[in-house]
């Protein structure tokens, strides 16, 4: 799958086909192809700069992490100066995987997940988990069931019921099964809990251009803030 497709995936899946991608040139790529490095490393450390103004410290990792960047092939370079959500996503994406020793911290206020789940018997159990994980303990969620019948399993497509218990209220909610790519509709359900809830915050998204989906749970002011600092808007499904 593309990177444009597999970023469209997201955005449909969440109401958000009609906007449209936010490009805005990072400027290390020059007139004639090349990277300028010292500006990627630039970049880089202001961006790590501004996720600690929002709370996210992963100062301590620079060096890895600028390392890591700078290691990356220039075509996959040049691509991502053209498209700065996908640049941040990625940042945001290995930062949550906690590969970087110092990022333990910064690594639960994100939550990352691939759209196309290993474990499709376990697609929102894990989804709610992570979910509870980054939402400073204001969320507790209990008795997960997902029930999907042999026939669908077999199939690939139809109807899969997802079970839990949120803060004592029970929920229900009936997912598109497609193979083993997660219903993004469930991001839009969680929001109507989280209103239910009225805990203030919300679950807000990006991607990394691949098949990645990056989860915050925040209020509207932390999102704005977010978009205003790393020059990427945050989506609310």
């Known amino acids: 799958m593309s990177l444009i497709m597999a970023c469209g995936l997201l955005l449909a899946g ?40 929002l709370g996210i410290d992963v100062t301590e990792a620079q060096e ?3 390392d890591q960047f700078l290691s990356m092939p220039e075509e996959i370079l040049r691509g991502m100066d053209a498209n700065m959500e996908w640049t941040v996503g990625m940042l945001l994406s290995w930062i949550e995987s906690g590969h970087f020793p110092g990022t333990e911290q910064a690594a639960g206020e994100i939550y990352s997940f691939d759209l196309e789940v290993p474990d499709i018997q376990q697609m929102y159990t894990s989804f709610l988990e992570g979910v509870v994980r980054i ?19 077999e199939r690939g497509t139809g109807t899969e019921i997802v079970r839990f218990c949120c803060n004592g209220k ?23 809990v989280l209103k239910e809830q009225d805990t203030g915050s ?32 945050l989506e609310r499904p």
Do not use: P
């Open 14 to 53: 969440c109401g958000l086909g009609e906007i449209s991608a936010q490009n805005v040139s990072g400027g290390w790529v020059r007139f004639d192809g090349s990277v300028d490095y010292t500006v990627l490393e630039t970049f880089i450390h202001n961006s790590l700069e501004n996720l600690q103004e």
């Open 64 to 66: 890895d992490i600028t």
């Open 135 to 153: 939402s400073g303990g204001e969320l507790e969620v209990t008795d997960i069931e997902e029930e999907i019948s042999d026939e669908v399993l």
């Open 170 to 192: 029970d929920y229900t909610y009936k997912a598109k099964y497609q193979h083993d790519w997660f219903d993004t509709g469930m991001l839009t359900f969680m929001n109507k």
């Open 202 to 233: 919300y679950l807000y998204v990006t991607s990394d251009g691949f098949q990645e989906c990056i989860v915050f749970y925040c209020t509207q002011e932390w999102a704005e803030q977010f978009h205003s600092l790393l020059g990427v808007k």
